[in-house]
């Protein structure tokens, strides 16, 4: 159940991000963004249901580097699932006189900078960690570390005019939404793998041969 809710979670989230990302050119306050934002809601709850399972099936073999990790990357996603809800409330307050004294603020900018670097120490972490542990897929925990790069990358590249979005103004197909593939990844082979692995991610017939 576990793996489903991951998987489904951020099969959600993943949707919901390309429609609704914060990019150039896009409309807000439409239906279909409001909508978009609500996806990245709901998907980002069942992935935080889902992803305690995933740090369980591997904790054995990772020791305090993995609780770290997973402790990690669980905060920085609780950032990431408000991010819908504080998409809805900048976008209404941009509007107000007050807003551009209130962007200026170092303190507000220090904030969300210390809350984005838990999100993407914790995405690099845990992708290392499923490398090192070798329960799931070493190419998923791979595919969590390029899609955190991508994202930062393609975040800058956005946001400094360097490179323009292919879909301006109507998708935003950057590095979150590798990172959210990774993470149906791990909860596909988190919903298989019932029965064939033990705790510590040893496989049912290695057992059996001991």
Same mark, same amino acid.
């Given at each position: 159940?576990?793996?489903?809710?991951?998987?489904?979670?951020?099969?959600?989230?993943?949707?919901?991000?390309? %429609?609704? =990302?914060?990019?150039?050119?896009? #409309?807000?306050?439409?239906?279909?963004? !409001?909508?978009?934002? %609500?996806?990245?809601?709901?998907?980002?709850?069942?992935?935080?249901?889902?992803?305690? +399972?995933?740090? !369980?099936?591997?904790?054995?073999?990772?020791?305090?580097?993995?609780?770290?990790?997973?402790?990690?990357?669980?905060?920085?996603?609780? #950032?990431?699932?408000? /991010?819908?809800?504080?998409?809805?409330?900048?976008? &209404?307050?941009? +509007?107000?006189?007050?807003?551009?004294?209130?962007?200026?603020?170092?303190?507000?900018?220090?904030?969300?900078?210390?809350? +984005?670097?838990?999100?993407? *120490? =914790?995405?690099? &972490?845990?992708?290392?960690?499923? @490398? !090192?542990?070798?329960?799931?897929? !070493? &190419?998923?925990?791979?595919?969590? @570390?390029?899609?955190?790069?991508?994202?930062?990358?393609?975040?800058?590249?956005?946001?400094?005019?360097?490179?323009?979005?292919? %879909?301006?103004?109507?998708?935003?197909?950057?590095?979150?939404? @590798?990172? %959210? /593939?990774?993470?149906?990844?791990?909860?596909?082979?988190? /919903?298989?793998?019932?029965?064939?692995?033990?705790?510590? =991610?040893?496989?049912?017939?290695?057992?059996?041969? *001991?």
């Amino acid at each position: 159940m576990s793996g489903l809710a991951l998987a489904i979670g951020a099969a959600v989230a993943l949707v919901g991000h390309l %429609f609704g =990302g914060v990019i150039p050119g896009q #409309r807000y306050f439409g239906l279909p963004w !409001r909508a978009a934002q %609500f996806a990245m809601l709901v998907g980002g709850e069942l992935i935080l249901l889902g992803l305690p +399972a995933v740090y !369980r099936r591997q904790s054995s073999r990772l020791g305090v580097f993995g609780l770290i990790a997973f402790v990690l990357l669980f905060g920085g996603l609780i #950032r990431e699932v408000a /991010a819908p809800v504080n998409h809805l409330w900048t976008a &209404a307050v941009a +509007a107000r006189p007050e807003a551009r004294g209130l962007s200026q603020q170092t303190g507000v900018f220090v904030v969300v900078i210390l809350i +984005a670097s838990q999100y993407t *120490v =914790g995405v690099i &972490a845990f992708g290392v960690s499923v @490398i !090192r542990a070798r329960v799931f897929s !070493r &190419a998923a925990g791979g595919l969590l @570390i390029a899609g955190l790069v991508v994202e930062n990358l393609s975040g800058v590249a956005y946001r400094s005019g360097l490179v323009r979005p292919v %879909f301006e103004g109507r998708l935003s197909p950057d590095g979150a939404v @590798i990172v %959210f /593939a990774a993470l149906g990844w791990l909860g596909l082979e988190l /919903a298989s793998v019932t029965g064939r692995y033990c705790d510590d =991610g040893r496989s049912a017939s290695h057992d059996d041969n *001991v």
